[in-house]
């Protein structure tokens, strides 16, 4: 079974562009977590997809923003990058997203904002 | 909120030693999970092991096995005959029951295994 996959793997962005990443989950996972991990922040929770519905989001502003697929495919959005999204993104997929299902990683999408 | 502490930035062990990481969690939950993922130089975040707060028989997965203490709010990971591959940072999460996947994660701890 083919795991989590990203889209790219590395990204270079200057100040003010704007970012779509792509993450397709485990096949049979209809939910997709995506975090962002940084040196100073640790990993930290940006939202929750399931069936194409947002089900849950972190403390992060609206310039973050995500979207799922039919399929279940997701992508985030990072409109106006600025320096400090500079960071490693990683997406997480489940079967149905409750708690007693474990999420299984992809490898990430490192951006660097110059 | 929840929160996770791992107080040891850093660890290193010898080959073929055991070598436990440590992990507190602040939560006002009864329910919850939680977890040790490892992060390889590679960056996948792989799960090692999960661990029910309903449940008090600890967690085990071969070399693998967890100390949870409900009460204390902790959760130390004890790695067994270390190998070379085990090498990688280490993060504690929690989860709590009928969350939709919004994992607190610690800050980590990077261990190193020597030859």
């Known amino acids: 079974k083919a795991g989590v996959t990203q889209t790219p793997r590395y990204l270079i962005k200057t100040r003010g562009q704007q970012v779509t990443l792509s993450c397709s989950p485990i096949?049979?996972?209809?939910?997709v977590s995506w975090y962002q991990q940084t040196p100073g922040q640790g990993l930290q929770f940006l939202f929750e997809?399931?069936?194409?519905?947002?089900?849950n989001k972190g403390n992060f502003p609206g310039r973050f923003s995500g979207r799922q697929f039919s399929n279940s495919r997701s992508e985030m959005n990072v409109s106006t990058l600025e320096l400090g999204d500079s960071a490693l993104y990683l997406c997480?997929?489940?079967?149905?997203?409750?708690?007693?299902?474990?999420?299984?990683f992809g490898p990430g999408t490192r951006l660097t904002v110059l | 909120a929840q929160t996770v502490t791992q107080s040891q930035p850093e660890m290193s062990v010898q080959e073929a030693e055991t070598v436990t990481l440590s992990c507190t969690y602040d939560?006002?939950?009864?329910?919850?999970?939680l977890f040790w993922y490892k992060q390889p130089p590679s960056r996948q975040m792989i799960l090692v092991i999960r661990?029910?707060?309903?449940?008090?028989q600890n967690a085990t997965e071969n070399r693998f096995s967890v100390n949870f203490q409900k009460a204390a709010k902790s959760f130390s990971l004890k790695i067994s005959d270390s190998q070379l591959g085990d090498t990688a940072m280490y993060f504690c999460?929690?989860?709590?029951?009928?969350?939709?996947?919004?994992?607190?994660f610690g800050k980590g701890t990077k261990l190193t295994v020597n030859p």
């Open positions: 096949s049979g996972h209809r939910s």
């Open positions: 997809y399931f069936s194409e519905t947002q089900r």
């Open positions: 997480a997929s489940s079967r149905t997203g409750i708690s007693t299902d474990t999420q299984y």
């Open positions: 999460a929690f989860l709590p029951q009928g969350g939709s996947e919004k994992l607190v």
């Open positions: 661990q029910e707060a309903y449940k008090q």
């Open positions: 939560t006002s939950e009864n329910n919850y999970y």
